[in-house]
């Protein structure tokens, strides 16, 4: 039909002349219609096989199209992907590494997610979601928890504090100082508590928050001095703001969730590798415990 010859025809699919003449009477016979009238050693498409025609085009457009699904899937350049988080990593980190990974595969609709450590791992044992970030122990039957990053907890002071002028936090230079802690159900609360026992040390303990972001805006506020997870302060002005490290290191970790009975989809593994990304040039791939 492209060509107009059977010898054409033959030499464009490098096959010989006859089984070209061979494959068109088993497509006639195949379909019961006559596709060509034979006149004067050439062969004239009849009406029925320019309609025959007309469908082949068709299911070769959608042979393409498979073809481009499957390129596209291969690549994570479309489908979707849904992520539940725990605050500390979704408010200000997250939102991050979504903003790189859509610049890299923008066809991909990405759902964010922030709730407790419990209900992400819920959410998770439920296939409600792909990935899952949460503190680790958190456990359901189907659901791997496994052990991401630990990263050093930063002390966190209102901008002009007598304090912002130290490279480097230790437990004493906080003695009788306005604390922020977070609540006393979370465990990184236990550690941080246990630093300051551990060294004697008094503060001032006054005010609560579950969340780092608000134990931060406390800071920016003036309510007193903290020491959290250094995620939390990303978006946070310097000039309302500085952050220190914090000697001796009270490392604030948080945990991959992924479903046992289904395995992670390039998208989501396309994720990870930004994410990945992200954490080591912002801590350092030190802080990384999956790799």
């Not at 291969?74 to 939102?95: C, D, E, K, M, Q």
């Not at 859509?102 to 209900?119: E, G, I």
């Not at 608000?214 to 500085?242: H, M």
Request: charged share 20%; net charge positive; glycine share 6%.
């Amino acid at each position: 039909m492209l060509t107009g010859t059977v010898t054409a025809a033959a030499e464009r699919l490098r096959v010989s002349q006859p089984a070209v003449s061979r494959l068109l009477s088993l497509l006639e016979a195949k379909t019961g219609l006559a596709l060509f009238t034979r006149s004067k050693q050439r062969l004239q498409p009849t009406p029925e096989a320019w309609l025959f025609m007309r469908e082949v085009e068709r299911a070769f457009v959608g042979l393409d199209k498979l073809d481009r699904a499957a390129q596209n899937i291969r690549n994570a350049a479309t489908g979707s992907l849904r992520i539940a988080s725990i605050p500390v990593v979704g408010f200000s980190f997250l939102p991050r590494v979504i903003a790189r990974y859509r610049t890299l595969h923008p066809d991909v609709a990405v759902t964010l997610q922030t709730r407790s450590s419990t209900t992400v791992s819920e959410w998770m044992s439920a296939a409600n979601f792909d990935l899952g970030f949460a503190v680790p122990g958190v456990e359901q039957s189907n659901v791997q928890n496994t052990p991401y990053a630990a990263i050093p907890g930063v002390c966190v002071l209102p901008a002009g504090h007598r304090l912002a002028v130290k490279s480097v936090i230790e437990p004493k230079d906080l003695e009788g100082e306005e604390f922020i802690s977070l609540d006393p159900t979370d465990a990184n609360r236990v550690l941080v508590d246990k630093v300051f026992q551990e060294a004697d040390v008094r503060r001032r303990l006054h005010v609560e928050a579950p969340y780092a972001l608000v134990v931060a805006n406390l800071v920016c506020n003036g309510a007193g001095v903290s020491l959290i997870n250094p995620l939390s302060v990303l978006t946070i002005s310097k000039e309302l703001l500085v952050s220190r490290p914090f000697r001796p290191n009270v490392p604030f970790g948080f945990s991959l969730l992924t479903r046992k009975d289904m395995p992670l989809s390039l998208a989501g593994r396309r994720f990870l590798d930004v994410m990945r990304s992200e954490i080591a040039a912002l801590f350092g791939e030190e802080v990384l415990l999956s790799r």
